[in-house]
């Protein structure tokens, strides 16, 4: 039975592939890769505040997931609580993410402290997605493996290069596409707010 839901995942993942950019996860896809969070992970440290510390930012339920990166490591989104988040989902093969590609890399940098820029890689094999990371000097940026499509389907994203950027209480005030130019706007606007 476990075989054929996997030879069904990856017959999904192959035919999302093959219709282009403007593919999503399908149905089929696996969601065990990303977690919700659990309550000890509230504070960056994932231990609950001791009552010497200040406490954590409420975590909002946009943020209750965790994960691994493309290099293993990690990932637990409630870290992020407090402050504004670009979700950026895209696929190593996405021509229009490529072109994307080059702003992240350019304002992630200047940005990791006040609006952190996540990316959510999807839609391809680990080693495209690691390859995409290097060629576009991303590896300064937090990239999620996503490749069984969870946090896409979570966020409702049928189609890549999508910008999910939430303000700094998780409510998602931009869902969509964004140019190097408005992404770099949105960012500065969220990190003056």
């Known amino acids: ?12 993942v192959v035919l999302a592939a093959a219709t282009g950019c403007a593919a999503g996860p399908g149905p089929g896809a696996r969601t065990e890769a990303v977690a919700p969070a659990s309550p000890a992970a509230a504070s960056p440290s994932g231990s609950a505040a001791g009552p010497s510390s200040a406490p954590p930012a409420p975590v909002p339920a946009a943020l209750s997931f965790t994960g691994k990166t493309l290099d293993g490591t990690a990932f637990d989104a409630a870290t992020l609580a407090g402050r504004p988040v670009v979700l950026w989902f895209w696929a190593p093969w996405c021509a229009t993410c490529a072109s994307q590609a080059w702003t992240v890399a350019e304002i992630a ?3 990791r402290d006040t609006v952190p820029i996540v990316g959510v890689a999807g839609l391809g094999e680990q080693k495209a997605m690691t390859s995409f990371v290097t ?17 896409w389907r979570r966020f409702k994203v049928v189609e890549q290069s999508t910008f999910v950027v939430l303000d700094r209480t998780g409510r998602v005030v931009h869902q969509g596409f964004l140019d190097g130019e408005a992404l770099t706007r949105q960012v500065e606007t969220l990190a003056r707010g």
């Open 1 to 12: 039975m476990r075989t054929a839901v996997t030879a069904a995942a990856v017959l999904g």
């Open 109 to 111: 940098p200047t940005y």
């Open 135 to 151: 060629e576009f000097d991303l590896g300064g940026t937090t990239q999620i493996d996503d490749r069984a499509g969870a946090l």
